[in-house]
């Protein structure tokens, strides 16, 4: 096994939620680090002085567990396993292998002292069966591929090498851990990332959806990378496809929109994109029309669109976006009058609006940027992130901040 990095923001997340009476699921695009969160949990319970016996440690894509494919064989290949005495860790890797696991689960929790984490790829993992069978008895940890700061902590860097320069290789490879053996290697990434990638589109998505049509969603895949923070409708989007012949409008334009939001929402399941809603800043709520997309990683959308410089305000608002969902923020797009504010982060007790923008030296963009925050009616904290390094720090209250430093804040 390679050496395993920390991840300490996910492995405290499960150590706090330690013999606590709830199912931990952890989810997350493949590959982002999710078996190794579960390595490094293992090996802290190791540490805590649990002994090997009442570890369970199953990873479903192996072939040594072949057989259990269903949940009866799940349960009596466990069940013989768990010890007499004492409290059972039971640890499932990529569980959705296994059909009907829900039952199995449930089953564990009634009969035997045991607590249970749990990993999967996809949303489907959480579909109704699932929650119906355990709501409420359940936590789940979404995992991201690494911040900018997990990056840094990760890969060695020679101490010349500026912060800026380390950026921009995030900018352009993207956070996934595995990209950690390739040294920056720009041709062995993108094989990497192809292989992720096309796994993730075949497994998680075709397998999934046996009606669905490849091309189509390899289709809608380069038009929401295209369209990175841009506001656009699945009938938009569909009705693009419809007159480049794409999408056959068989009855007429509708279908198309249709199409296209059900393959957004498989997109959603597998952990690529992630749809943003709008929210009316004055009228205190959600709208139900036009949201924005965001990848899951920078690197994909490079993979896909080759790595262009001319998108760097997308791809910047793209990396605020991430950080502010690690963060434990819901993230809304806000709209202010006829103005637009790039996020509104809300958690229970507290809300922050964020601008994004790659300069603020233009008076034109500053203008443009200060006034929808300049339009809001209360008082929580307002913030321009910027690749400036400025000396001034705020405008009329309205914070100002280098991205890079906000991001390692």
Known sequence: MSELINRPEYLNQLIQNRDINLVKIVTGIRRCGKSSLLDLFHQYLSDQGVADSNIIHINLESLRYRNLTDYLALYNYVSERIP????TYLIFDELQAVEHWEKAVESFRLDFDVDIYITGSNAYLLSTEFSTLLSGRYVEIRMLPLSFKEFLFFYEFDASVTVEERFQKYLQFGGMPILREYQFNEARINQALEGIYSTVILRDILQRNNQSDQGMLQKIIRFLCSNIGS???????????????????????????????????????????????????????????????????????????????????????????????????????????????????????????????????????????????????????????????????????????????????
């Not at 007499?84 to 409290?87: D, L, P, R, T």
Request: net charge positive.
């Open 84 to 87: 007499k005495n004492g409290k």
């Open 231 to 409: 506001i656009t409708s699945p009938n938009s989007i569909g009705n693009v496809l419809s007159n480049e012949g794409d999408i056959p409008g068989r009855k007429g334009k509708n279908i198309a929109g249709k199409t296209v939001d059900k393959y957004i929402s498989m997109l959603r399941s597998a952990f690529i994109f992630y749809s943003v809603g709008r929210y009316d800043v004055k009228g205190k709520q959600l709208l139900k029309t036009l949201g924005k997309n965001y990848i899951i990683d920078m690197g994909f959308y490079n993979m896909l669109l080759g790595y262009r410089d001319g998108d760097r305000g997308h791809i910047l608002e793209n990396i605020v976006f991430l950080e502010l969902i690690r963060r434990d923020y819901r993230v809304y797009i806000g709209k202010i009058g006829e103005t637009e504010i790039d996020f509104v982060a809300e958690k229970p007790n507290d809300k922050l609006y964020v601008q994004v923008t790659e300069s603020m030296q233009s008076p034109e963009t500053r203008e443009r940027e200060l006034r929808p925050l300049r339009m809001i009616p209360d008082n929580y904290e307002k913030i321009i992130l910027s690749m400036d390094r400025s000396y001034i720090n705020s405008y009329d209250g309205i914070k100002s901040m280098y991205l890079i430093d906000w991001l390692l804040s």
